[in-house]
């Protein structure tokens, strides 16, 4: 797995037009690798640490982003992207880093952003969401204030201060910031149809939300006197919708939210006909377990 990742960043390699599809295809492999990866574990960043493969990003960064940045863009933007990843949540990465940001910063102020230049707006604002190395941390601050004033790009906002007014639920009012252990989900309306391609049906799944967020329990509250989907319509910006989206967040373990996905990947393949309307579609209610007739 170490010489996978260790050829993957070789990217002066990526502006050779023969050997670039190639490396673009194991960059973007090693990448979903390492998100893949749970934040809190480190085994893999830190072998990548001691295998210099972080080192070769941060060199790479260091010797282009200033001098002939136009050359080496492709590498720049892998190299960016890699490193944002190992970055997410990392001390020892985030020591390294700081040797880098000021550049980084700087493109990121610019306000006709390029691709690139995109790219280290998004790497500003993760890095700064996940930092846990204090240098790093007020650098950020000192190089965010800077823009603020100048109206280069927005100030960093605190992860609790955003979930404040994320999503809230559309019957209590409440969210993962209020309430982190109760699942939430977005109403949807999905719809599915068969389309030929290449004279061969393919089926098609159209999906359309307001971006309405509801707790289970507060979905099947006082449901009585209307259908399950005519009564959460009325919440739904009065908008047809017959499935929920689960929404990872707060203190929502991994499982009970991978468990809602399988349910609702199902329930989207099996839209509801006349003779089961009274079948809930609600994926985080499909876990519990019927209980036994006597």
Not at 43 to 67: F, G, P, R, S
Not at 169 to 195: D, F, H, M, S, W
Not at 241 to 264: Q, Y
Request: some cysteine; proline content about 3%; hydrophobic content about 35%.
């Amino acid at each position: 797995l170490l010489t996978f990742f260790q050829d993957s960043a070789n990217f002066d390699n990526l502006n050779d037009s023969k050997e670039k599809i190639d490396i673009v295809y194991n960059i973007n492999r090693a990448i979903e690798i390492i998100e893949g990866v749970p934040l809190d574990r480190f085994k893999l960043k830190d072998a990548l640490m001691d295998a210099k493969v972080t080192q070769a990003a941060i060199d790479y960064l260091k010797k282009w982003i200033e001098t002939d940045m136009d050359k080496h863009l492709t590498g720049l933007q892998y190299a960016l992207k890699f490193l944002m990843e190992l970055g997410k949540n990392h001390e020892a990465t985030q020591a390294l880093i700081v040797d880098v940001i000021e550049p980084i910063s700087k493109l990121a102020k610019k306000k006709a952003a390029t691709t690139f230049e995109a790219t280290c707006k998004k790497f500003m604002d993760q890095i700064y969401k996940s930092v846990k190395n204090e240098e790093l941390k007020k650098r950020l601050e000192e190089y965010s204030q800077e823009a603020d004033k100048s109206g280069d790009f927005f100030l960093f906002s605190d992860d609790d201060e955003l979930e404040d007014k994320v999503f809230p639920c559309t019957v209590c009012g409440k969210n993962y910031a209020t309430q982190p252990e109760n699942l939430l989900g977005i109403y949807i309306y999905e719809k599915c149809r068969y389309v030929s391609v290449e004279k061969a049906p393919v089926l098609k799944v159209t999906m359309l939300t307001h971006l309405n967020a509801v707790h289970e329990k507060c979905h099947f509250a006082e449901l009585r006197g209307s259908s399950e989907w005519e009564k959460a319509s009325v919440r739904n910006s009065k908008t047809k919708c017959n499935l929920c989206l689960p929404l990872h967040g707060g203190v929502v373990s991994d499982e009970t939210f991978k468990g809602a996905m399988r349910i609702f990947t199902c329930l989207l393949y099996t839209s509801p006909s006349p003779r089961d309307r009274t079948r809930s579609r609600m994926p985080s209610s499909a876990c519990k377990k019927k209980k036994k007739k006597k």
